[in-house]
């Protein structure tokens, strides 16, 4: 009797085990995005978007941060605030095909060439103090979310983003 009862409650353990991992792989993910400046006179520089030639992110006077920063594949929701005072602000997603490599940018405009990028959705053109949200079906790569009113991209505002 015994040995039937283990018999018959193991599969049933098993059962329960798939029941709650599909259950968490299914579980909406969020990720809670802060869009920050130091104000609007705070020095701009111009090389510390990713890959560019700038590393001293400490020298950044507005930035993107992201929590998590990694998250599993599939729907994945951007809440994203602007914290700014005075300046608006965006987030915009692209893959990054190469990790090495600088992000298509037009000098000109100061700004990242979106299309070129491979320009995946955007919460557009924030207003201080505002929030939006977006929603992605993202498969496994990295990402990098930045914003792209002129010369915000160069000087820092940027995070990337790890799908599993
Ligand atoms: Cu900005």
Redesign the pocket.
């Known amino acids: 009797m015994r040995r039937f009862r283990m018999a018959f409650l193991l599969p049933l353990g098993a059962i329960a085990l798939a029941a709650t991992l599909s259950g968490s792989a299914n579980a909406a993910t969020t990720v809670n995005v802060t869009?920050w400046?130091k104000g609007a006179n705070a020095n701009m520089a111009t090389d510390l978007g990713m890959n560019m030639s700038g590393h001293d992110m400490s020298k950044a006077t507005?930035g993107v941060r992201a929590t998590p920063a990694a998250v599993k594949a599939g729907e994945v929701t951007f809440e994203v605030t602007n914290n700014s005072s005075e300046?608006i602000?965006?987030m915009i997603v692209v893959p990054v095909h190469d990790t090495k490599s600088p992000l298509p940018y037009n000098d000109a405009e100061s700004r990242v060439n979106e299309d070129a990028a491979g320009h995946l959705g955007e919460v557009s053109e924030l207003d201080p103090g505002k929030a939006g949200a977006l929603r992605l079906h993202l498969k496994p790569g990295k990402y990098v979310l930045f914003?792209n009113?002129p010369g915000?991209f160069a000087n820092g505002?940027w995070a990337e983003l790890t799908v599993q």
């Open positions: 869009l400046d507005m300046t602000h965006e914003c009113i915000h505002m």
